[in-house]
């Protein structure tokens, strides 16, 4: 068929996001603007904060992905948008935004699923992939492992029934102060994590890092504390984290790559893991899976760290995908909500 342009957006969190990927899968252009230092200083996302980054720089970000792109809207077949799930003051500014474009330029709405686009980026990367392929989602708001068996069926095996990794990682970062040093101050809590871990001299169990922490909080109400708030032994203590939260997840897929073989729900000779989500650019965790994928025959696949973040190429990448299928293109959409779920 005919080669067609579409333009997504994302606006799900604290991203603000543009990208054009035609439909033989080439980038086109892109646009990102981040909040995460905004947020940083607040000590968290606050939601109506967001929703008022988000309007002040959804036109910006549209504007620059289509110059980089050297497009017009008139040039885009069709416009994708994140309408889940997410933090609904997020989500509204990207698809009130998505759904006025389609209007002004006539153009169809393909409203996109953000995990489900993290889940289906790599494909644009590495056109072998083919379904059904297994994937593990891991990120600030989810940990998901699950079966993409075509563009619009997952079969969910199993998701974090508290905290995703990457909110863990943040929040801990966060009471152990590391952002006070020059070295972490403008990294995710993810990031920070994984650099400290590579000072550490040593990994220490559960009641390690119990030991760790315990005596932090003494020497905090013993004022022995450096004037940057910062504990001694840190990085031993990030080490450790990351060491369980990788043996976590990589005894969790283990299992389920032992389930999908006991079901034979995929074929061993198409067994693939993707693995994204901004957790998925941790390097340490990456390793860990593919000693898994190894030892289970399967093929490992990460998308470039950038495309494993939150950015609107893997929203235009899913409307390619839906768009080839000719599944959730919408020239009606007025009834076409956004969900927090
Ligand atoms: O996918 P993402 O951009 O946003 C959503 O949460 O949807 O992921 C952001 C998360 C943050 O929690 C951040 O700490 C984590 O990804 N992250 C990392 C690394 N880089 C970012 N976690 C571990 N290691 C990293 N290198
Ligand atoms: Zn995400």
Redesign the pocket.
């Known amino acids: 068929s005919k080669r067609a342009i579409i333009l997504g957006i994302e606006t ?4 603000t996001g543009c990208g054009i990927v035609d439909t033989q899968g080439n980038l086109l252009g892109e646009a990102l603007h981040s909040q995460h230092l905004t947020h940083l200083n607040n000590g968290g996302i606050i939601p109506p904060i967001a929703h008022d980054l988000h309007r002040q720089n959804i036109e910006n970000v549209v504007q620059q992905a289509l110059k980089s792109a050297s497009l017009s809207l008139n040039e885009v077949d069709a416009i994708a948008t994140t309408v889940k799930p ?1 933090l609904p003051l997020s989500l509204i500014i990207g698809a009130k935004y998505g759904k006025y474009l389609c209007k002004k330029y006539h153009k169809p709405f393909i409203p996109v699923h ?1 995990m489900e686009a ?1 889940a289906l980026t790599a494909r644009m990367f590495d056109k072998s992939i083919e379904f059904p392929f297994l994937v593990l989602l ?5 940990c998901l492992l699950a079966v993409a068996n075509s563009v619009d069926e997952f079969l969910l095996l199993g998701e974090s029934i508290d905290d ?4 863990a ?2 929040k801990m ?1 966060r009471r152990l102060k590391i952002k006070n040093l020059p070295q972490y101050s403008t ?9 400290a871990t590579s000072e550490a001299t040593d990994f220490l169990d559960f009641a390690g890092i119990k030991a760790v922490f315990l005596r932090h909080i003494w020497r905090a109400e013993k004022k022995g504390i450096p004037p940057d708030g910062v504990m001694s032994g840190y990085q031993n203590l990030c080490a450790s984290f ?1 060491l369980t939260t990788t043996r976590h997840l990589c005894h969790r897929v283990q299992r389920g790559m032992e389930y999908l073989a006991r079901k034979k729900l995929i074929p061993p000779d198409k067994q693939t893991l993707v693995v ?10 990456a390793e860990g899976l593919q000693i898994v994928c190894e030892n289970l025959n399967y093929k490992f696949i990460r998308p470039p ?1 950038k495309f ?4 609107g190429i893997m929203i235009a990448w899913n409307g390619v995908e839906r768009w080839n299928a000719n599944i959730g293109v919408y020239k009606n959409f007025d009834d076409i909500e956004i969900a927090s779920t």
Request: include cysteine; aromatic fraction near 4%.
């Open positions: 799900s969190c604290d991203d997410g953000h993290h891991i990120s600030g708001g989810h995703a990794p990457g909110e990682f943040d970062a990294l995710s809590g993810g990031a920070a994590i994984e650099l990351l994204s989500g901004g957790v998925a650019c941790n390097n340490f965790i760290p494993c973040t939150d950015n």
